[in-house]
């Protein structure tokens, strides 16, 4: 009885110390508005941690992560793979796919495949414009069986015909339907008007890739992959010095090089903006805005990019998406964007899908709003935001360690130093509201873009429209 007491004297006790429904009360703000919160700081990573040098041209990132005895690797090969002729295109296009499906010089495709599948093993590779990849993951303890896989795979690589003739099928139904989405042919249209005939711009058509023969990729094959400048991307479950090892022993004896490519061919921009129409049977307009933007790293990059946020970058909280969308109900998605390239100047502009018939006045207020960024400038609010929300993205970089040891590697393939992810928060802190405003002025001029639209013309009420048929979309 006793003892029932004092647990009930205790209980009593401590209901009598919690705070009221009014003291609770004056604690909540009246607003989500007024909610503070600390501020935010996020220290990244450091690139050097984790590099490695296995010789003066094969750079590794190892980020170890025993979570899962899983091992990840990406080699990335900087190399030249721009064709050197239009006949070189379509063999490209269907090289790049059998060096992964086409077996080796000592096995078959149907080999590999099955030797992977026992393993539960990926490899995949691919030769890009700028550079080329090869990607294998699989098990930490299988990685001396597939890593000499991907070896011969990459060195002897066995084009086989019949996979090779699946492959041309393949391309050429891709071709053939390359249009479909209007959404792509949207992004050809934007291309084709943007830029100067360049190799790096070619495909392939369905007659060259019907026309392609083994010999054709034989005479190319060795072109690529060579470790002139090689970065690795390693995560998973290793012992970093056996890795080394490992990788070392991978490179040795390399297959010699045949031939060089020289350098990459940089991309013209035509001139004269305007509004090129390429006609497609459908009920709404597929529009994008485009103009020349900066080749990085340039200064005007970060004060740009906050200037893109502000403008169509930060969806809902953005001007364009406020205006054109919630106010005016034009549009269900519009964003604008400012890319980032460190091979050739990259491009910035607006994007949107809006009903035929609105077209002209989705563009009148695009336009009104890019020209009253650029002359008034962004609120204290909207730069404070934007500023925030570009670096509390940071820690998605970073978030498991395969994305970390590839953003490491590819950040030093386009040449940043390894302060980049340390200087980054201070370089968009100090960008001020007069620097985003002239850089929108400067670069968010809405007569200098080119403005490619897919939809059906007679709907959309525009004047001085040129119209690019859909068979002179391809380079």
């Known amino acids: 009885m006793l003892k029932f007491f004092a647990i009930f004297i205790v209980l009593v006790g401590c209901a009598a110390h919690q705070p009221s429904p009014s003291d609770t009360r004056s604690l909540t703000p009246d607003s989500y508005k007024d909610i503070v919160f600390p501020e935010f700081e996020y220290v990244a990573p450091y690139p050097g941690d984790y590099r490695i040098s296995i010789s003066d041209s094969i750079t590794l990132y190892a980020v170890r992560d025993s979570a899962l005895p899983l091992i990840d690797l990406t080699f990335y090969f900087k190399e030249n793979a721009t064709p ?17 499906r086409g077996g080796t010089e000592k096995l078959n495709p149907a080999q590999v495949d099955d030797s992977l599948e026992f393993l539960s093993a990926r490899i995949s590779v691919n030769i890009g414009t700028t550079q080329s990849k090869a990607h294998l993951n699989c098990l930490s303890r ?87 400048r090689v970065i690795i991307a390693a995560a998973g ?24 490519r020289g350098d990459f061919p940089p991309l013209e921009f035509n001139e004269n903006p305007g509004v ?13 805005m ?3 933007f900066v080749k990085r790293p340039h200064p005007d990059y970060y004060q740009a990019a906050i200037a893109n946020y502000i403008l169509g970058g930060s969806s809902f909280s ?31 502009g607006v994007v949107l899908q809006t009903k035929a018939e609105s077209t002209k006045d989705a563009l009148q207020i695009i336009r009104e709003e890019t020209i009253k960024l650029g002359a008034e400038g962004p609120s204290a609010e ?19 360690s395969a994305i970390t040891a590839n953003t490491f590697a590819v950040s030093e393939l386009n040449g940043r130093s ?44 525009l004047e001085n429209i040129k119209l690019v048929p859909v068979e002179e979309l391809d380079f």
């Open 84 to 100: 050197k002729n239009k006949e070189e295109v379509a063999a490209l296009q269907i090289l790049s796919a059998l060096y992964s």
């Open 142 to 228: 299988d990685l001396d069986k597939v890593l000499p896989l991907l070896r011969e795979i990459l060195n002897k690589p066995r084009l086989d015909s019949s996979r090779m003739e699946l492959q041309k099928n393949t391309a050429i139904q891709s071709y053939k339907h390359r249009y479909d989405q209007p959404s792509a042919q949207a992004t050809a249209l934007s291309t084709k008007i943007l830029y100067k005939d360049n190799p790096k711009l070619w495909r392939a058509d369905s007659a060259s890739i019907a026309n392609i023969q083994r010999k054709d990729l034989l005479a190319i094959k060795d072109d690529f992959f060579m470790p002139h």
């Open 237 to 260: 479950d290793f012992n970093k010095d056996s890795l080394v090892n490992t990788l070392t022993n991978f490179f040795s004896n390399w297959k010699e090089q045949v031939s060089v």
């Open 276 to 288: 090129f129409v390429s006609e497609k049977d459908i009920s709404q307009a597929n529009i994008i």
């Open 290 to 292: 485009a103009a020349p």
């Open 318 to 348: 953005s001007r364009l998406m406020n205006t054109v969308r919630t106010q005016h109900g034009l549009a269900y998605s519009i964003f604008s964007f400012a890319r980032s390239d460190y091979e050739d100047v990259a491009t910035l």
């Open 382 to 400: 909207e730069l404070e935001f934007a500023k925030k929300s570009l670096i509390e993205s940071m820690p998605g970089m970073f978030e498991s």
């Open 418 to 461: 390894l302060e980049h992810y340390r200087e980054y928060p201070k370089q968009i802190k100090a960008v001020t509201a007069e620097q985003v405003k002239a850089m929108a002025a400067k670069y968010f001029n809405p007569n200098t873009f080119k403005i490619g639209i897919v939809g059906p013309s007679e709907k959309m009420v």
